[in-house]
């Protein structure tokens, strides 16, 4: 089952506007991730947050995490048609057993040039 | 620096038949974990490797199979294909639980099961 629900399912905006996308999840999480995945090809590490983080920076991109509401946010700022993939948010429960990401359905996003 | 290699890229087999995919994770990296993703959905965790052991399991049948070599490379078998079985299939490798840095992820294999 999918830990995360990513909103919207699709999204198109021109080159040059913001992106914005959410990830809702159900249970305690230590970091939740951001990867960006171009054609079906493999996914491409975008910003880690951990649980005591409450937004984070990287580059155009700014994530925030509210634990109390189980959400997060990624941000692209002055998108570009190379902008244009899927993006999807994992979340991340440490054990002393090991680990494992468990992935939302992704946020299909088309910038327009 | 190469990053995570998969082989083969594609890869078409008959229902009820076995495959092998191997990945080479990231210099540096120890655990490799291995992901099934349908078309249109999100990756779904398979298992993750650890000192040659599996370390946790996700929501897969005993024909998902695996197994890690002391240089840290990685299989995935699958036995019996089903149709169901046609997706791509991601290793992720990182160093320890990835708590710090997130995972490097391959390319994929695109299996077609027919």
């Known amino acids: 089952s999918q830990q995360g629900e990513e909103d919207p399912q699709a999204l198109s905006i021109q080159e040059g506007e913001n992106a914005t996308m959410n990830c809702s999840y159900k249970?305690?999480?230590?970091?939740l991730q951001w990867y960006r995945q171009n054609s079906g090809r493999g996914l491409v590490h975008l910003i880690l947050i951990r649980s005591n983080e409450r937004e984070k920076h990287s580059g155009r991109l700014r994530v925030t995490l509210d634990t109390s509401k189980k959400s997060s946010s990624l941000l692209i700022t002055a998108s570009r048609a190379a902008d244009t993939a899927s993006y999807f948010c994992a979340t991340d429960m440490i054990k002393a057993a090991g680990n494992k990401l468990t992935f939302g359905g992704g946020t299909r996003v088309l910038v327009k040039p | 620096d190469a990053g995570v290699t998969q082989s083969p890229t594609h890869l078409i087999k008959t229902r009820g038949q076995q495959v092998t995919l191997r990945c080479s994770p990231k210099s540096g990296h120890d655990t490799v974990s291995w992901y099934q993703q349908a078309l249109g959905q999100g990756p779904q965790f398979i298992f993750q490797?650890?000192?040659?052991?599996e370390r946790q399991r996700g929501n897969f049948p005993d024909r998902f199979s695996g197994h890690q070599f002391p240089n840290y490379s990685s299989e995935l078998n699958v036995n019996a294909l089903l149709l169901g079985d046609s997706a791509l299939y991601l290793c992720?490798?990182?160093w320890g639980t990835g708590a710090q840095a997130g995972y490097t992820f391959g390319s994929g294999t695109r299996l077609t099961v027919v």
């Open positions: 249970t305690s999480i230590n970091n």
């Open positions: 992720a490798s990182s």
């Open positions: 490797y650890y000192e040659e052991e």
